[in-house]
Each structure stands twice: as C-alpha cells, then as structure tokens.
C-alpha cells in the first residue's frame, strides 16, 4: 500500500461526547467489527456501550487497524488527562491527525478545551465531529458558534443535520446539494440521497456560499471561477480544504449522531480527504547517541529502521504487547533489532496488527504504520528501537523526577511477590513511575508524578491486577544539600580474613546551584592511586549520597573533590577505601551546613477571567508565586510555581472554585531550601 493511503489518528473528546460510540461505527462500517450485526435487541447493545462510555475507548488495545475505500486507519487512544505528561505527549507524536468529538448537546466542555489545547501544542491538523444531534437539547448552530469564538478557529461545516433531538433523520451533504439518509434495517450502512426538503434550500445554498467563501482566501483559483461564475469542481474544494487542514488554517466539520447510526460514513470519507499520511507530517527530530546532537528523522522506507515504543500492555498469555510506531525503514518478524534506549539487542518473535477483536500476525512493518512487537523483554515504554550502526533517539530518557510517594504493602504475605509482579509490570508501561524497597521497615515505596498519577496505578493495581493492597497517604520526596565547605579526613583499616584492609581519603565537600547533581572531581593522578582504587572511591559518594546526609533522603547539588588519599601496595583494598569515602564523604556533609529540599511544581492553570482573583489569592495563600498571567479569548492562563508539600487537594479546590471550569497541570520544576 502506498504511504499516503495510512492514517494516523486520535479520537479525542471529553466524556460522554460519544467517543467510544462513534469508534464502534467506524470499526463496524469499516467490516472490523460485526456485533452490531448480531445483536436483536439494538437498546441492549447500546446500553452496554453507555456503560462502556467512562473506559473511553471499548477495543482494549492502544491502536486498531481498519480499512476505508483502500485507505489504512489506524486509531490511537489517546489517554484523558494531562496529568500523564509523558503518556499524553508520546500518544499525541505518535498520531498525524485527530478527530474532535464534540456533544451536540453540551458543546465545549472544560476537557474538551485541555485536549483541545493539547492537540495546539504538539500543531495536529484536526476535523470536527458534532454528535449526538439525536439527544433532547441538540443545537448545531450554537455548537458551531462556541467553537469559533472558544477555540478561536474558522470551522467549514460540510454537512448540516435535517432536524434536531428526536426529529433528526438525515444530513445535509453541502457540496453534492442533496440530504442523505441512513437506512435503519442494515444500520445505518446503506446511503440514500434525496432532494433537499423545500424549507432548507435556501439555508443549505447559504452555507454552500461560507465554505467558497472561507476557501476563496486560501486559493486564486477558486476566487476566480467564483467570480466568473463558473461550477468549482469538487477535487479543487477538496485539495484547499486538505491544504488549510494540514496547515491548521481552516477546521472541517461533519455532523451526525453516531448512536442512531447517521452520519459516520461521511466523517470517514473525511478522514481519509483531509487528515495528513505520514508523507505530510514533518521529519521528526531526534538525537544521536555517539554524539548528542540534534538530526531530523525522514520518512523514508527504504532507510535505517527506526521505531518509538509508545505504549506497552500485558497480555497474560503472551506477555508485553509493545505498540510501535515505525518512522523509517523496515521492521521484519524473526529478525534481531536493537534497543537503542537500553542498549541491549532484542528478538521480535512475532508482529502483527491489531483489528477490532483480533491479531493479524504480519511479516513486515515498514515506515509511516503502526503494530504490535511479541517477544522483547526489557522495552519500556519511550524506548526507541532500530538499527545498532544508526543509533538514533526518538525520545530523551530525561523523565521528570518522581516527586510524590506512597507506601504499599500487601495484605496477607503470600501476595507480596504477587505485588512486586505487578509493580515491575507498571514500571514497565510507564518510566514516571517507579518503586523501591525500604530495606529498614521492610515496606514498598511507589513514587509517581502526583496525587491523581498514584491514584490510578493504584486503582489499576487492585482492580485490574487483583492485587489486595493497602497505601497510605501520600508523602513528598525531599532531598537534601549543604551550605558551605568542608574538608575531611578518614581513615579506615580492619583486619578481615587474617588480611589487613587500609585506606585514607581526604575530601573536600562544597555546595552547587540547583540542578547539578553530585559531581566527582579528582586531584590524585592514575600514577599514585590504581584505577580500581579510584572507582572504589566513586562508588563510596555514590552509596552515601543515596542514604542522606541528616534525614535519610538522597543529597544533590554538591562537589566532592578527592584532595589526597593514604595508599599502601602492600594493605590497600578497593573495599578499605569505599568504606573511608563513605564515611568521609558523610562526616564532611555533617559539618557542612545540611539543609532540606523540597520539590517546587510548575503549574499552569486556564480559568475564565471572572475566578482570576480567587484563584490568586488561593495559590498565595499556598505559597505560590505567579509568575505570569496571559489573556486569552475566554480565558486567562496562569503560570505559577508553588511547593508541593502545599498542593495537596488542590485540584479540587481549583474546581470547586471555579465551578469545575478551572483547569491545571503541574510539573516538577526544581529543589528549593525549605523554609
């Protein structure tokens, strides 16, 4: 299949727009699914679904591959919520396109405006679809009016409904001039034009006229046969309209109502006219690792493969699924490839793609398309996988710090390697968060990247993993640093084994900015101290630093500098000298002034303009610091930092004093002494 027959896309909404309704449609006039067809009863079927509506997406995998008039599509989850930084970002670069789901009822909710704002960010071409055209309340016109004035963008509707709430029967195709009725014995998979009914004639040749209009600014030539009064044909309305969507100019918009089956195969004809193949994306930038420097990746299928792991699910049976995204070359079944994230070389064993309710296993992947690897053992999700002499990253392995814990324990001791399972399994899918052992209370520690991050996991754990576990509340990772200089001495000698074991370290400690880590410096020359005798003395900070200074947690932004060492050939052990780094490095830090440090969290909030005030005053009263406040059309976007131990319930009280309107994300920005 030719490259610029693959689709990409999300499907993004918020909940309860019909996002999980309208990919069922997609999957069942596409031939992927056919439980519609076998269903008697539809209420039975549809109530299922309504019931479905809170998981999003109804298919369990991370991208489903159907076929549409010799087009591939492939349809991504996208995650809900922000809060999954890394998850979102990877979800969204992964995607060319997006279909907007918007209710026709409700029309712009506060998380239709976040993922809207999301999809800016990362500049994906998007088209529109106003559902629920069915449902008592529905107003086309209103939904099409908020849009524009909400997001700020110029919507071209190609369709118009023929009635409202339950008189809605069949759309209105603009640029064919006909109405078009879906048949209801074959749902909805038969088409029948008809003549437009008489009383919108002439409202359908006015916005006729909006979509020539709205496209004549964009193309000579259409303003030219406009003027001369001259027919446009369709393949010239279709080429603009597919130009000002891939540059974001212009927002396609397609109406219908998923639920009673109308309208879904139109919005499928759009998706395949208007959304970009991944010859139209452009090149994605990644890093060499010899070098780390900044190259961009073609669309090339003939080149180094090259592939992002953007999502990874666990299949009892079959162990990891990884999702893949490949950008260039070929990716074979059988064959060996490199994870260059971790640079160990991995097997595919088997690949295939993912349909509706099966696996179809396949023997190549190449550039622009998206599958399924079996058979890696250590990928995680973000790892970049290609070819060891091309050794290029997709992604940074740079994740924010975890800044929030929890303690786990299980809640009878035969499910505690049932837990350890299942956290190694979380780590797997998600590199935010991670967990660790506390060897003197024997308890589990999950850090993550907030409240609502461990609340999921935990949820997962329990519900889907069936893994009974009791937390506790959450608790900040602090860390800690030193105010001034120090130098120190230490020597260290015991007998062990008949043998004796010496060796003396004189360090100087002294504090760093923000953000620098532990850094080892060396004034003693290979010549008087054996390299191993060195790496004994790095792996010594490198165990005190990890236990703390004063109160357990781990010690950052301070220099140690090996002034002078105590070497004998005769007694000198590599051991002698970990342990006097070790407690020299410690007794030093001791007498330096330690201090605590706390994580402060970036945050950005979007609320209307009238809770402004509040919203200030609240985040002061939490000790926060606004940075700067923008204006935007319906809304005022507010950066601010704040510390973390502060931010505790926030979201709720953002939303209670916004009426829910207020929304915000908040990430790790750096460690400050706390007051």
Not at 9 to 27: N, V, W
Not at 394 to 417: C, G, H, R, Y
Not at 565 to 594: I, K, N, Q
Request: hydrophobic letters at 40%; a negative charge; proline letters at 5%.
């Amino acid at each position: 299949m030719d490259d610029s027959h693959i689709r990409n896309i999300g499907i993004m909404a918020h909940i309860d727009a019909g996002k999980t309704t309208t990919t069922e449609r997609i999957l069942f006039y596409t031939g992927e699914s056919h439980r519609i067809g076998e269903v008697d009863d539809g209420e039975a079927f549809m109530d299922f679904l309504e019931e479905e509506q809170n998981r999003g997406i109804t298919i369990t995998s991370a991208a489903t591959t159907c076929f549409w008039n010799d087009y591939k599509i492939n349809i991504i989850d996208t995650p809900g919520h922000v809060d999954f930084t890394a998850e979102v970002e990877r979800s969204l670069r992964v995607l060319d396109g997006a279909v907007a789901v918007i209710c026709g009822v409700s029309g712009v909710e506060p998380q239709t405006e976040t993922v809207w704002r999301q999809a800016d960010t990362y500049k994906v071409p998007r088209i529109i679809f106003v559902n629920k055209m069915d449902r008592l309340g529905a107003n086309f016109y209103q939904v099409v009016e908020e849009l524009e004035s909400k997001f700020n963008i110029k919507t071209v509707p190609l369709f118009l409904p023929v009635g409202a709430e339950s008189s809605f029967n069949g759309i209105i195709d603009l640029l064919n001039m006909n109405m078009v009725t879906f048949e209801e014995t074959d749902w909805g998979s038969s088409m029948v034009t008809h003549p437009i009914p008489a009383d919108l004639v002439d409202k359908s040749e006015e916005w006729y006229e909006n979509i020539i209009d709205a496209l004549a600014i964009y193309s000579d030539e259409i303003t030219e046969l406009y003027f001369a009064g001259k027919a446009i044909p369709h393949e010239l309305i279709f080429k603009t309209l597919r130009k000002c969507t891939l540059e974001r100019t212009l927002v396609p918009l397609f109406v219908g109502a998923s639920l009673k089956n109308i309208g879904v195969q139109p919005l499928l004809d759009g998706i395949v006219r208007y959304l970009p193949s991944p010859l139209d994306i452009p090149p994605m930038r990644g890093i060499t690792v010899k070098n780390n420097e900044a190259v961009e990746v073609k669309h090339d299928p003939n080149g180094p493969p090259l592939a992002l792991i953007f999502k990874i699910t666990h299949d009892r049976e079959a162990g990891p699924l990884c999702f893949i995204r490949v950008y260039s070359g070929v990716i074979k079944k059988g064959s060996a490839i490199f994870n260059i994230s971790k640079k160990k070389r991995e097997r595919i064993n088997r690949l295939f793609r993912m349909h509706a309710n099966r696996q179809q296993p396949i023997e190549t992947l190449s550039a622009g398309d998206i599958g399924v690897i079996v058979g890696f053992k250590v990928a995680q999700t973000g790892d970049t996988i290609g070819s060891e002499g091309v050794q290029i990253l997709l992604e940074e392995m740079n994740f924010p710090e975890p800044v929030i814990s929890v303690a786990i324990e299980p809640k009878t001791l035969s499910d505690q390697d049932k837990l350890k399972a299942a956290l190694m399994i979380l780590m797997q899918e998600d590199p935010t968060f991670s967990w660790r052992e506390n060897l003197d209370t024997g308890q589990l520690i999950i850090s993550g990247m907030g409240e609502l991050h461990l609340e999921v996991l935990v949820t997962r754990l329990t519900k889907e993993m069936r893994v009974e576990a009791r937390v506790g509340n959450p608790q900040v990772t602090y860390r800690e640093s030193i105010l001034k200089e120090v130098v120190k001495s230490e020597y260290f000698s015991k007998v062990l084994a008949g043998k004796e074991n010496s060796g003396g370290v004189t360090l100087k400690v002294r504090p760093l900015p923000t953000g620098s880590g532990v850094k080892f410096i060396s004034k003693v020359s290979h010549k008087e101290l054996p390299p191993p005798m060195l790496e004994a003395i790095e792996r010594g900070i490198d165990n005190s630093r990890r236990s703390g200074i004063k109160f357990g947690y781990e010690a950052v932004d301070i220099e140690a500098t090996l002034e002078a060492v105590d070497y004998s050939e005769l007694f000198s052990t590599p051991f002698a000298f970990e342990a006097a780094t070790t407690l020299c490095f410690e007794a030093a830090c001791r007498e330096a002034d330690p201090i605590l440090l706390e994580p402060i969290m970036k945050i950005d909030i979007i609320v209307p303009n009238q809770y402004v005030g509040e919203v200030i005053g609240s985040l002061t009263a939490r000790g926060g610091i606004v940075n700067s406040i923008e204006s935007r059309a319906t809304a005022e976007h507010i950066l601010a930092k704040a510390p973390l131990a502060q931010l505790f319930g926030y979201s709720t009280n953002l939303r209670s004093s916004t009426q829910g309107r207020g929304t915000f994300t908040m990430e790790f920005s750096h460690f400050a002494q706390k007051t």
